[in-house]
């Protein structure tokens, strides 16, 4: 059989919204199956979704659906080049009847829309069942409100939701990876057993899923590791054989580069285990693995392996975890760095004033602010700095505190203080479970009339 092309035209919520016309077009030009993964859903941004879902039920899907598929739908229908995509978020069901509402728009043919559902453990888990589950990583959950409880879906449900010949899927969490290795296991029949084909698929989808990463985006420092036209970048194309070896390219004409380096970066991204890498399908093995520049922007990746399953699923637990106030303020010129250290010390001193009991974070930008303390100790005395204070409280009036003592520091602070910015937002605590793999069970939902 043919190679599988798949593409990505985004790595994360937000990502360029423009970025899958130069990959539509380069898969336009290929023969046999061909895939476009737009791969837009964290753990946290899946958490915001649940909160906007709790608001309006009929929201709750990515916020950027209309950016990227507006662009995209219409010249992936015209090419044959089927979408898969996790922009369902919490409401897959609603992101399928925007989609098709925005085809309509278009003036597109209805586009059929297969939804993978099942990923939502409160529709087969109690909530105390939930709560008290052994949390693998995350915070402790305590009591707070329960936002949202996701499991993570494997490729299995992405392939069977091919299988209906839909123009397009999209789905709620599954693994990133899932939403290439699903296209893989659908064209070329890879049994449930297939570990290292199976493996390689999921390598494939790792080394798309963050989008430019791969070609040389987020990989580039000047001097050091050069990238050219990064303002161009394109994004990744895996061209795949049926023996799950694979080429990593980007559309012709477009800026970055594909190398091993930068192949090399992506691949051991989040991976804690080279030798099992561990998602709902397989546990990938890349300690044998070949990378060889085979041409231009072309590398060749071969040698993935693979071990069984896990015989459980990971699941992301959100609970609400109260306000995080946050502003800042800019020092410029001589003794800078001692004025923005100053403003941070006013607001700390001015908050125990009024009885806050907690300790604000305070960081001097431009003075190691990665550092604990916020500073270098040789930080140079004349220059830019931004102090920037935060801390998270149960109410919002207690935020919102730390917003309006930043904003004061104009007139009753150290000289020269401007360009307050300051924000209040609801924040979120997440966890990681562990649950039966019995216990989930995904669903296909069919989409294809205008709503």
Request: proline share 6%.
């Amino acid at each position: 059989m043919t190679n599988v092309h798949i593409g990505c035209g985004a790595g994360f919520a937000g990502d360029r919204f423009d970025a899958s016309l130069p990959v539509i077009a380069a898969l336009s030009r290929h023969d046999g199956p061909r895939y476009l993964m737009f791969e837009v859903l964290a753990e946290r941004t899946l958490a915001l979704a649940q909160q906007i879902r709790q608001r309006d039920p009929d929201l709750g899907y990515s916020p950027y659906l209309d950016q990227y598929l507006s662009r995209a739908l219409g010249p992936a229908m015209e090419a044959g080049v089927r979408i898969v995509s996790n922009m369902g978020a919490a409401n897959p069901l609603g992101a399928a009847r925007r989609a098709q509402a925005l085809a309509g728009k278009l003036g597109l043919r209805v586009p059929k829309i297969a939804v993978v559902t099942g990923d939502d453990l409160t529709s087969v888990m109690t909530e105390e069942e939930i709560r008290t589950a052994p949390t693998m990583e995350g915070t402790d959950l305590g009591a707070r409100p329960l936002i949202a409880a996701n499991a993570y879906l494997g490729a299995r449900a992405v392939a069977d939701a091919l299988a209906t010949d839909a123009d397009m899927v999209l789905v709620g969490r599954t693994t990133d990876s899932a939403l290439a290795l699903g296209p893989l296991i659908h064209e070329f029949g890879w049994r449930s057993d297939d570990w290292d084909r199976l493996g390689a698929g999921v390598i494939a989808g790792h080394l798309l899923e963050c989008g430019a990463q791969v070609a040389g985006a987020y990989f580039a420092d000047p001097g050091f590791k050069d990238v050219p036209d990064l303002a161009r970048v394109g994004f990744p194309i895996a061209e795949v054989a049926a023996d799950g070896n694979m080429t990593i390219t980007k559309p012709q004409g477009t800026g970055g580069c594909v190398t091993k380096a930068t192949v090399t970066e992506q691949v051991l991204y989040e991976m804690h285990d080279p030798a099992c890498y561990v998602t709902p399908d397989v546990a990938a093995d890349i300690t044998r693995t070949q990378l060889c520049d085979s041409g231009a922007d072309r590398v060749d990746v071969s040698d993935v392996r693979g071990h069984p399953a896990p015989d459980r699923l990971k699941a992301t637990i959100c609970v609400e975890n109260g306000w995080m106030g946050e502003a800042e303020i800019s020092y410029a010129g001589p003794n800078a760095l001692s004025r923005a250290r100053l403003a941070g010390e006013v607001v700390v001193e001015r908050l125990a004033m009024q009885g806050v009991n907690q300790s604000p974070r305070v960081e001097v930008i431009g003075a190691g602010s990665v550092l604990t303390g916020g500073t270098r100790a040789d930080a140079p005395t004349d220059g830019d700095y931004r102090t920037r204070v935060a801390m998270l409280s149960e109410t919002r009036e207690g935020a919102q505190m730390v917003a309006d003592e930043v904003l004061s520091l104009l007139c009753s602070g150290p000289a020269a203080g401007g360009g307050v910015r300051s924000h209040v937002t609801p924040q979120v605590a997440t966890a990681s479970i562990l649950v039966p793999r019995e216990q989930i069970e995904a669903g296909i939902e069919i989409i294809e009339v205008y709503p």
